[in-house]
């Protein structure tokens, strides 16, 4: 008896805990009544609110175009001065070392002239042939050492003269670049300054809207646009064709697309069918 009295208790807990759990988890009315006119709405409003996202998303892909070029103009010319200026300093450094080498060249022509004088006052005392053949030969080699150094001081001048009028050069077009990287950055500040505050309220008005759509959709919007090559995730029906990649589109389904009643993506390219009557909204 005891057994079935707490059988019954046992239930009657059990019962009144998923009233409990479905009176806490079951929408009220005034929820559901603000689901479904939502989902009254998200299928000609969520159309029109992703077109418009589209039509400002694109606008600011056009300020980023024609300003996005600029900043890696810039940026080149930028680097190139840098490299023309790290070619003058190598070139500046390899003419210190030529000077150098020229100079070592000269002092071996001053020793070999200092030396031939010596081993001429020297002949004027030798005792025997030997030794006059001896410093004939010093002689003669001490004369060609002058030959070849000043043959080669030749030469290291005549590269230091080159090395010279490739850094005179190199200057010039140093000159020419920065003129053309002012002009460069002057053209992307009036751009900048021109086009800054339009993008500032697209962007601004772009994320009104995407708050307006439900993340799911967004996300896939998103995901289109990210896979279009041209960045489009919404177009309109051209001519019985997908604005996008401009294949045909049934009559059957360009009628569910001019309803608007759900959201209908192209078979070939998946991206956002909409009516073109959405254009002169």
Known sequence: MAEKTKKKETKKAEKTSAKKITEKSAPSKSEMKKSKSQSDLS?????????????????????????????LEVQDLED?????????????????????????????????????????????????????????????YQNLEIELNEKIIKELGAKVKEKRREIDATKTMVADKKIALEEKKHELNEITSETASDEKELIGRADEIKNLIETRLL?????????????????????DACGGCFNKIPPQRQLDIKLSKKVIVCEYCGRILVDSDFENE
């Open 80 to 140: 190139e001065i840098v490299g023309f200026d790290t070619r003058i300093k190598n070139l500046a450094h390899e003419i210190k070392e030529i000077e150098s080498n020229a100079t070592q060249r000269k002092i071996g022509v001053e020793t070999a002239k200092n030396l031939i004088k010596k081993y001429e006052e020297q002949q004027k005392n030798v005792r025997n042939n030997r030794e006059f053949d001896s410093l004939s030969k010093e002689l003669e």
């Open 43 to 71: 299928a000609v409003n969520k159309l029109r609110l992703l077109y418009e996202l589209q039509i400002i998303d694109s606008s600011i892909d056009n300020i980023k175009t024609i300003r996005g070029e600029l900043p």
């Open 219 to 239: 996300t896939a919007y998103n995901k289109i646009r990210h896979n279009a090559r041209n960045g489009l995730a919404v177009v309109t029906v051209k001519r």
